[in-house]
């Protein structure tokens, strides 16, 4: 994420306002070199999705009142692992979660002002929900705080209903994956359950045709493909995410078209 190297500070928060411009106009990037070039609209956007991303981390971190070593080191390996960040951007995100951790702002207000600011863009905005609940379980554990976070979220990142269950279903049936953030690799859902969940994650009713389906997959696949979410403001080093969210509309479609040719 390069940008990080442009002048971050209380001229890039104006921007923005609210709790996103507040993280910023705190002082963020204070010792970054100044660029007058400043910000275009797409860098723009990439640097409101990162600042809400480690806030929120750290609002998600804090939410049991205390931030452990497990979550210390599991943010850490987030930002040097998975996002593969530089040396100073990865000073920054720190720097951002935080002072996230101890400002007296409600993650739910990062959440409204990010639904703001990719209002039309909802594949953005479950990528970042999506980041937070692999976050949560990154020790394989649920604290119910997290889990209260997690349930109400979708309400404030403008999410359609059941999101919250779909990828709680997809994360509970890995026995692998994101850093050790899934439920132990539990999984006790029954093939009909696993298909209802199949349809569900389409967005397609058990009665739509073949056609149906396969034009729901083709446009869930358009939708949140990581080139197409990069057009829209997904920072580098995001992919990964958006990747997971494709795989999740393939594994769908063939579970339902498997079906469909076993009962033809």
Not at 22 to 30: E, V
Not at 45 to 56: N, R
Request: aromatic fraction near 8%; glycine fraction near 10%; include cysteine.
């Amino acid at each position: 994420m390069a940008w990080w190297g442009a002048g971050i500070g209380a001229s890039i928060g104006m921007i923005f306002g609210g709790p996103i411009g507040a993280i910023i106009g705190a002082g963020i990037g204070s010792t970054l070199t100044q660029d007058q070039r400043g910000l275009g609209s797409s860098e723009q956007k990439q640097l409101g999705f990162i600042v809400a991303t480690f806030s929120m981390l750290g609002k998600m971190a804090k939410a049991d009142g205390v931030v452990s070593q497990d979550e210390i080191a599991f943010i850490d390996r987030f930002i040097q692992s998975e996002l593969q960040l530089d040396g100073r951007s990865r000073d920054v995100a720190i720097e951002i979660f935080n002072r996230a951790k101890s400002d007296p702002t409600s993650i739910y207000k990062y959440a409204e002002q990010i639904s703001e600011i990719f209002l039309h863009d909802e594949p953005m905005r479950e990528t970042l929900y999506r980041v937070l609940f692999m976050t949560a379980l990154a020790d394989g554990n649920l604290h119910p705080a997290e889990k209260e976070i997690l349930e109400q979220m979708p309400l404030y990142l403008r999410l359609r209903g059941g999101v919250y269950a779909r990828i709680e279903a997809e994360l509970s049936g890995k026995s692998g994956g994101h850093s050790g953030g899934h439920f132990g690799g539990r999984s006790s859902a029954t093939d009909a359950e696993k298909l209802k969940q199949s349809y569900k994650v389409l967005g397609v009713k058990p009665a739509a045709t073949d056609s149906d389906i396969k034009k729901a997959y083709r446009d869930k696949c358009k939708a949140y493909h990581p080139d197409t979410l990069a057009s829209k403001g997904l920072p580098d080093g995001f992919t990964k995410f958006a990747n997971e969210q494709m795989q999740q509309f393939t594994e769908a479609h063939d579970a339902i078209m498997k079906n469909r040719r076993n009962h033809a």
